[in-house]
């Protein structure tokens, strides 16, 4: 059984009023991630113990008696707030602010109208044995969509107007016309608009547009390596340390130095005489005095005709250069 979606449009508010019905749309949608957890741990802790019932089973009940009471909380969130504040002097005791916090705390006073009786036992409320079971309930439903992410939002935008109480997250404004609400809606901050980076399916309000442009893994950018390379920030750390030829490296001959990617022929052809004399060491070990390896690795470099010297990238390969010129130097000093 789906819950109603209503779609969102202006609505009459005190003395006859148009309100605007926009909101902010990643509020919305960091609330509506909310839902499913919290009823989530609603099914686990009422059916945790019972042999007959599963949580799947009791869901859609659930989903129901949860949403009715969190949005019946909600529609009486503010006048209960403004009575609290004059009848308490408690300032701790007061309701929190923040839209999402107060959602929360609904959900968790419902979800403890539902236990059972291990569910009313502070040991298991604390668990990590629930936490994983809350967890897999909540991939469970993901991966069935038994809730979908765009109806816990038309839920999510109810409540975020209704427990909003200072407007940080929805538009408060009012119009005694049809016109002059269009007019508004026009320009609202509020308003969503499609995230212009491409690939990107995203709607968010025009107020929160740049921190999204900051964040969008759609947005084309700079390498941050200075490659001069442009592509999309969800590719940029995988780039940056596979492919981009300004990623930092060690000499693999095992100089102190380090150096972009693509100079690592150049570093190899300024240091060749340090890294045959690292390579002569490890193939003769003692068989030869400082001087000798010195005077050796020149007279390689002259026997390389082809340059292979140069052009060997890792300690492997200069040691294969390496023997094959000694056993020519030694084929040829024989004949």
């Known amino acids: 059984m789906e819950l109603p979606v209503a779609e969102p449009g202006p609505v009459r508010s005190e003395g006859l009023l148009l309100q605007c019905p926009y909101c902010d749309s990643e509020a919305m949608h960091k609330l509506a991630q909310l839902l499913l957890p919290g009823l989530a741990a609603v099914c686990i802790d009422c059916t945790t113990g019972d042999l007959f019932r599963k949580p799947s089973v009791v869901a859609v009940d659930m989903r129901k008696?949860?949403?009715?009471?969190?949005?019946?909380?909600?529609?009486?969130?503010i006048s209960d707030s403004l009575i609290e504040s004059e009848a308490s002097q408690d300032e701790e005791k007061e309701m929190p602010e923040d839209p999402f916090e107060v959602v929360s705390i609904f959900m968790d006073d419902f979800s403890s109208t539902k236990r059972n009786i291990i569910g009313h036992v502070s040991g298991w409320l604390m668990s990590d044995n629930r936490e994983d079971k809350i967890d897999d309930f909540v991939q469970e439903m993901e991966m069935t969509r038994f809730w979908p992410l765009e109806r816990r939002e038309a839920i999510a935008e109810v409540l975020l107007k209704n427990v909003d109480l200072k407007t940080k997250y929805h538009c408060p404004e009012k119009y005694e016309n049809e016109q002059r609400l269009a007019d508004h809606k026009a320009q609202c901050s509020f308003r969503p608009v499609t995230c212009p980076n491409d690939g990107c399916r995203a709607k968010v309000s025009v107020r929160c547009m740049t921190e999204h442009d900051s964040a969008c893994l759609f947005k084309i950018l700079t390498c941050e390596q200075s490659c001069e390379k442009r592509l999309m920030r969800r590719d940029m750390d995988?780039?940056?340390?596979?492919?981009?030829?300004?990623?930092?490296?060690?000499?693999?001959f095992g100089c102190d130095s380090s150096f972009p990617e693509r100079n690592l022929e150049q570093h190899c052809s300024e240091f060749l005489q340090a890294h045959l004399l690292k390579v002569l060491k490890a193939i003769h070990k003692k068989g030869?005095?400082?001087?000798?390896?010195?005077?050796?690795?020149?007279?390689?470099?002259?026997?390389d005709i082809d340059g292979k010297l140069g052009k060997s990238r890792e300690v492997r390969s200069l040691t294969n250069v390496v023997k094959n010129l000694e056993a020519k130097m030694k084929d040829g000093g024989s004949s």
Request: hydrophobic share 30%; charged share 30%; with cysteine.
């Open 238 to 252: 995988r780039h940056c340390v596979t492919v981009c030829p300004m990623r930092p490296m060690k000499c693999p």
């Open 288 to 303: 030869f005095t400082d001087e000798g390896f010195k005077d050796h690795a020149l007279l390689l470099e002259k026997q």
């Open 65 to 77: 008696e949860m949403v009715d009471y969190v949005t019946q909380r909600s529609e009486t969130f």
